[in-house]
Structures are given as structure tokens and as C-alpha cells.
């Protein structure tokens, strides 16, 4: 029998050990590896967090002189004005002057819809005599102008009910009757309740903020008390805001979006989250923005919210609303606002010296502003000119884009942000492209959530609604003003008109003709 060479068992222990360290120099490489895009997606999401926390707001690839100074505002201006040889403007002209141009210098007129108090300056009587010895006569008066504000200031409505009686028989008595009241248990008036409105869901004043004004003006008006006023007007306002439901969804193309709300006393946790929803639709000026608030954010509810609809429903990315358009036979626009966004975070995620380079996101977000370039364009055309034109000028481009991102997706990390923000085009990309078949649509669904704005800027302040009631009223209240708003209406000046009128509302002529659709009130 032979023996094992030491030689040949050195080299067989040579290459067992040898094949060991591969296998564990392979597996620290991979762990490297991992480890490295782990710190990489990490850096990304620091670099994303310090841009949204610490840089501009606007999402915009280059910011003009002064742009990004945010807390500094007035020193800014001043070097502007100082750099520029511009004179600063001080003095403050009111809305809807018509400026007329004379071609000679000097400070615009105040507008002339402002009262006007005059203040007589007059000299003293041992100042009015000539060196002559005459005495000298008011002959003009040289008029200069301020723009003067005279605070808010809380009266008393006395409504007196005149008695009549006949002389002949003193038996016959009448009395005038007591005009309706929207809230007839109720010692608040049309313009209080208009002004708490206001302050509240256009000003986003919190409710115990009001009572410490009001309290400033010697009127004691609880918080507890205006809530319970705001879930009664809710109540009041049903008949317009079904009329506005209705319109909604025969409207043919509807925008969705919803948001975040917290109710404290619910059938779930304090810490959970409710959402209020927005629906919008109709042209520029005819333009509807409905409310409603859900505890829930599912499939169900975006279904119940579309009901009876055609047409089009437009939309962020979020998947419930695939299922429901679908469910309602709907055709599904995208939002290339979000798609945009995206690459956006994903210029935010990149280093410093690399941002402002041809980099790949920069390069998405310059292909879909070039997009919305040729839309600015053609704002002010007809539907049919708008869509002629973006079949002629934005289909090549949106086709160019499509190539770009999908051969780009196939050389990317799928998890850092530029690999999201592919994923998100080239999932999204059937129904970001629909827009262009029909030229009332928009590209995003930016107004949507430009209605959503006034609500989460008052979430800010009032942080969460205490109870369901009080939460359905809130969505209610905002669907009458932001409607107002969008029309060109005074809110202030809308509520007063309404909740006078509306008490004596009786058909359904009458609930049309007080819509914010349908109202003018002087401003």
C-alpha cells in the first residue's frame, strides 16, 4: 500500500484553506457592499432631510437673487434695492385701482372704493392775515392721503318688533315678526358668525385664540360655545353642500387628493390618524372644492366619494385609487407634479459638488419642466387648441422621456431616490401620458392640493379636531369658503350674505342662487 505523500496533502490542505479564504473574502465583500449602499441610502435620505429643513421650498432648479433668505426678508430687499439703484416702496396701494398711465412720475392714487374721513388742517387765526394788513380767505385746500385701519369692533343688534294697535276697538295687536335666523337659539348674528368663520378657516385662527380677541373687546364667547355654533351651521349648510356633491360628480373630470387629521375623541386611539379628503372640479371661476372627513383612508371610501362620477379622476400614486376608478369605470390620470417631485428629492439627495452638474435627476426634472413649459404656453387656448397642440409638441417629448427613464432604470439602484423616482414614472407612465388627450385636463393635480393648503396651514395652529361632529363641521366650513375663494369671493363678505339669506331659503332655486358658484357680493 502506498503512503500520502507530505508533499501532496500539503498541497490538498493548501487549497481546502485557500478555497475557504475566497469564500470568506467573497462574503466580506458582499457584506461591504451591502454595508456601502446601506450608508449610501442613509446619506441620501440626511442630505434630503437637511434640503427640506434647511433649503428653499420651492422646488425649482435654479432660485432667483434673494430667493432662499426666508428670516432676513428686509435685509434682503434693502441690498437688492441698494444693488439695483431702485428705490424701495413705501407706501402701500390697496387692490383694485385701475392704474392708468400719464406718463408723469408720482405715487399711485389709493384706490377710490375706500371711504374716505377728511381731516381739516386749518391755520390759526393770528397766522391769517397778510403783511398788507387783509385777511386772508379760504380759497382750496392741498390733499394728501394715508391709508388709515380702524379695528374690528363688537355692537349690539337691537331687533325691534314695533307693536300695532287699533284705536277703535283696542282689541287687535300685531307685531312685526322677528326676521329668520340661521341659528334661532342663538344670541349670534350673521356677521359674528361670519367673522369666526373667517378667522378660523381662511385666517387659521384657533378657536380659543378668537375668544381671547373677542375677550379684548369685553365679550365673553367661550370656545366651547363657537364650536357648537360651527356643528350647527354644518347642519344648516347641508342643502348647499349636496348641491355641490352633486355637481362634483356630474362633472366629468374630478381631482382627488386627502390629508392627514388627528380627532381625539373617536371610536379609535387619540394618536390615530383621521383624514379629510378633497374633491375639486369645474373651470377656472365655476370651480368646486368639496371636503369630507373620514376616519378612514381605504379603497371604501375614495369608492363612495366617486360614486355616480364619469369621466376622469386624476390623481397622486396612491394605489386605493387605481382600484376605484377602475371599480367606476373611470379613466385614471396621473400626476406628473408627484413624478416631479421625485426626481427632485433625488437632485436634494446628491452631494453638493454634484447637485448643480448634468446629473441624472437634474436631467428628469429639466425634461418634465420643459413639459410644463409648453402647458404655460397654451393656457389661455381652447380645449381643441390645447390638445392639437400638445399631440403636436408634447408627445415626442413625453415619448423621449419615457426612453430616457426606462433605459436609465435598468443602470440604477432601485433603492436609492433616483430608482424610486424611475419606478414611479414607469409605473405611473400610462396614466401620466392621458392628459393629452383631452385638453380641459390639467398635468397634476396641483390645485387639488392647493385646496388642501388653507387646511393644513390651520391644522398647524388648532393641531386636531376634539370630536367626529366637530370634524365633519370643519370639512363643511372649508368646502364654503375655499369655494368662495376660488370664485373671487370676499369670505367675509359671502358668509354675512349667506347666513342672512339662507334662513329663508325654501326651493331649490333659492339654495342654487346662494351657491358660491352662482353669488357676487361687493367685496
Given at each position: 500500500?502506498?503512503?500520502?505523500?507530505?508533499?501532496?496533502?500539503?498541497?490538498?490542505?493548501?487549497?481546502?484553506?485557500?478555497?475557504?479564504?475566497?469564500?470568506?473574502?467573497?462574503?466580506?465583500?458582499?457584506?461591504?457592499?451591502?454595508?456601502?449602499?446601506?450608508?449610501?441610502?442613509?446619506?441620501?435620505?440626511?442630505?434630503?432631510?437637511?434640503?427640506?429643513?434647511?433649503?428653499?421650498?420651492?422646488?425649482?432648479?435654479?432660485?432667483?437673487?434673494?430667493?432662499?433668505?426666508?428670516?432676513?426678508?428686509?435685509?434682503?430687499?434693502?441690498?437688492?434695492?441698494?444693488?439695483?439703484?431702485?428705490?424701495?416702496?413705501?407706501?402701500?396701494?390697496?387692490?383694485?385701482?385701475?392704474?392708468?398711465?400719464?406718463?408723469?412720475?408720482?405715487?399711485?392714487?389709493?384706490?377710490?372704493?375706500?371711504?374716505?374721513?377728511?381731516?381739516?388742517?386749518?391755520?390759526?387765526?393770528?397766522?391769517?392775515?397778510?403783511?398788507?394788513?387783509?385777511?386772508?380767505?379760504?380759497?382750496?385746500?392741498?390733499?394728501?392721503?394715508?391709508?388709515?385701519?380702524?379695528?374690528?369692533?363688537?355692537?349690539?343688534?337691537?331687533?325691534?318688533?314695533?307693536?300695532?294697535?287699533?284705536?277703535?276697538?283696542?282689541?287687535?295687536?300685531?307685531?312685526?315678526?322677528?326676521?329668520?335666523?340661521?341659528?334661532?337659539?342663538?344670541?349670534?348674528?350673521?356677521?359674528?358668525?361670519?367673522?369666526?368663520?373667517?378667522?378660523?378657516?381662511?385666517?387659521?385662527?384657533?378657536?380659543?385664540?378668537?375668544?381671547?380677541?373677542?375677550?379684548?373687546?369685553?365679550?365673553?364667547?367661550?370656545?366651547?360655545?363657537?364650536?357648537?355654533?360651527?356643528?350647527?351651521?354644518?347642519?344648516?349648510?347641508?342643502?348647499?353642500?349636496?348641491?355641490?356633491?352633486?355637481?362634483?360628480?356630474?362633472?366629468?373630470?374630478?381631482?382627488?387628493?386627502?390629508?392627514?387629521?388627528?380627532?381625539?375623541?373617536?371610536?379609535?386611539?387619540?394618536?390615530?390618524?383621521?383624514?379629510?379628503?378633497?374633491?375639486?372640479?369645474?373651470?377656472?371661476?365655476?370651480?368646486?372644492?368639496?371636503?369630507?372627513?373620514?376616519?378612514?383612508?381605504?379603497?371604501?371610501?375614495?369608492?363612495?366619494?366617486?360614486?355616480?362620477?364619469?369621466?376622469?379622476?386624476?390623481?397622486?400614486?396612491?394605489?386605493?385609487?387605481?382600484?376605484?376608478?377602475?371599480?367606476?369605470?373611470?379613466?385614471?390620470?396621473?400626476?406628473?407634479?408627484?413624478?416631479?417631485?421625485?426626481?427632485?428629492?433625488?437632485?436634494?439627495?446628491?452631494?453638493?459638488?454634484?447637485?448643480?452638474?448634468?446629473?441624472?435627476?437634474?436631467?428628469?426634472?429639466?425634461?418634465?419642466?420643459?413639459?410644463?413649459?409648453?402647458?404655460?404656453?397654451?393656457?389661455?387656448?381652447?380645449?381643441?387648441?390645447?390638445?392639437?397642440?400638445?399631440?403636436?409638441?408634447?408627445?415626442?417629448?413625453?415619448?423621449?422621456?419615457?426612453?430616457?427613464?426606462?433605459?436609465?432604470?435598468?443602470?440604477?439602484?432601485?433603492?436609492?431616490?433616483?430608482?424610486?423616482?424611475?419606478?414611479?414614472?414607469?409605473?405611473?407612465?400610462?396614466?401620466?401620458?392621458?392628459?393629452?388627450e383631452d385638453g380641459r385636463l390639467a398635468m397634476d393635480t396641483n390645485v387639488a392640493e392647493s385646496a388642501i393648503r388653507p387646511f393644513a396651514l390651520g391644522r398647524r395652529n388648532w393641531l386636531f379636531a376634539d370630536t367626529i361632529k366637530g370634524a365633519k363641521a370643519s370639512a363643511a366650513l372649508y368646502s364654503i369658503v375655499s369655494t368662495a375663494r376660488a370664485n373671487g369671493l370676499e369670505p367675509y363678505a359671502y358668509l354675512k350674505r349667506l347666513f342672512t339669506d339662507l334662513p329663508n331659503a325654501k326651493t331649490v332655486e333659492d339654495f342654487e342662487a346662494l351657491l358660491p358658484i352662482n353669488s357676487t357680493v361687493d367685496n
Amino acid at each position: 500500500m502506498l503512503e500520502s505523500s507530505p508533499v501532496s496533502a500539503d498541497t490538498a490542505s493548501a487549497g481546502v484553506d485557500r478555497a475557504a479564504l475566497l469564500s470568506e473574502n467573497a462574503e466580506l465583500r458582499a457584506r461591504l457592499e451591502s454595508r456601502d449602499q446601506r450608508i449610501r441610502l442613509l446619506e441620501e435620505a440626511l442630505r434630503v432631510f437637511n434640503a427640506n429643513k434647511y433649503g428653499p421650498s420651492r422646488e425649482r432648479l435654479s432660485v432667483a437673487a434673494g430667493q432662499s433668505e426666508l428670516f432676513n426678508e428686509a435685509e434682503v430687499t434693502l441690498e437688492l434695492c441698494e444693488a439695483t439703484g431702485i428705490e424701495p416702496q413705501l407706501s402701500a396701494t390697496p387692490l383694485r385701482e385701475a392704474k392708468v398711465s400719464t406718463g408723469k412720475p408720482g405715487r399711485t392714487k389709493l384706490a377710490g372704493h375706500l371711504p374716505r374721513v377728511d381731516v381739516r388742517h386749518e391755520l390759526p387765526e393770528s397766522e391769517r392775515v397778510c403783511p398788507c394788513g387783509g385777511v386772508l380767505q379760504e380759497i382750496g385746500a392741498d390733499i394728501s392721503e394715508q391709508i388709515d385701519h380702524v379695528p374690528a369692533k363688537v355692537q349690539v343688534l337691537r331687533h325691534l318688533r314695533i307693536k300695532y294697535a287699533c284705536p277703535g276697538c283696542d282689541q287687535c295687536i300685531k307685531s312685526a315678526p322677528l326676521p329668520a335666523h340661521i341659528l334661532p337659539k342663538t344670541n349670534a348674528s350673521a356677521g359674528l358668525l361670519a367673522y369666526l368663520v373667517t378667522s378660523k378657516y381662511v385666517d387659521s385662527l384657533p378657536l380659543y385664540r378668537l375668544e381671547k380677541v373677542l375677550e379684548r373687546q369685553d365679550v365673553r364667547v367661550p370656545r366651547s360655545t363657537q364650536a357648537l355654533w360651527m356643528i350647527a351651521l354644518n347642519l344648516a349648510l347641508q342643502p348647499l353642500l349636496n348641491l355641490m356633491d352633486e355637481r362634483v360628480r356630474g362633472s366629468g373630470y374630478v381631482r382627488i387628493d386627502e390629508t392627514r387629521l388627528q380627532v381625539l375623541k373617536s371610536d379609535k386611539a387619540p394618536s390615530a390618524l383621521h383624514w379629510m379628503w378633497v374633491r375639486v372640479a369645474g373651470p377656472k371661476h365655476r370651480r368646486i372644492i368639496l371636503f369630507d372627513y373620514n376616519p378612514g383612508r381605504g379603497g371604501e371610501v375614495a369608492d363612495s366619494l366617486i360614486e355616480g362620477c364619469s369621466g376622469y379622476l386624476q390623481s397622486d400614486g396612491y394605489r386605493v385609487y387605481v382600484g376605484a376608478s377602475a371599480r367606476a369605470d373611470l379613466i385614471h390620470v396621473g400626476c406628473f407634479a408627484h413624478t416631479r417631485r421625485r426626481f427632485f428629492e433625488a437632485l436634494k439627495a446628491l452631494p453638493d459638488g454634484v447637485r448643480k452638474s448634468d446629473s441624472a435627476a437634474y436631467e428628469g426634472v429639466r425634461r418634465i419642466d420643459e413639459l410644463y413649459a409648453i402647458d404655460r404656453q397654451i393656457k389661455a387656448l381652447s380645449d381643441d387648441e390645447r390638445t392639437r397642440i400638445r399631440r403636436e409638441r408634447s408627445v415626442p417629448l413625453l415619448e423621449s422621456l419615457h426612453a430616457w427613464a426606462t433605459g436609465l432604470q435598468r443602470e440604477t439602484m432601485p433603492s436609492g431616490k433616483l430608482g424610486e423616482a424611475l419606478a414611479y414614472l414607469t409605473k405611473q407612465w400610462p396614466r401620466l401620458v392621458r392628459y393629452v388627450e383631452d385638453g380641459r385636463l390639467a398635468m397634476d393635480t396641483n390645485v387639488a392640493e392647493s385646496a388642501i393648503r388653507p387646511f393644513a396651514l390651520g391644522r398647524r395652529n388648532w393641531l386636531f379636531a376634539d370630536t367626529i361632529k366637530g370634524a365633519k363641521a370643519s370639512a363643511a366650513l372649508y368646502s364654503i369658503v375655499s369655494t368662495a375663494r376660488a370664485n373671487g369671493l370676499e369670505p367675509y363678505a359671502y358668509l354675512k350674505r349667506l347666513f342672512t339669506d339662507l334662513p329663508n331659503a325654501k326651493t331649490v332655486e333659492d339654495f342654487e342662487a346662494l351657491l358660491p358658484i352662482n353669488s357676487t357680493v361687493d367685496n
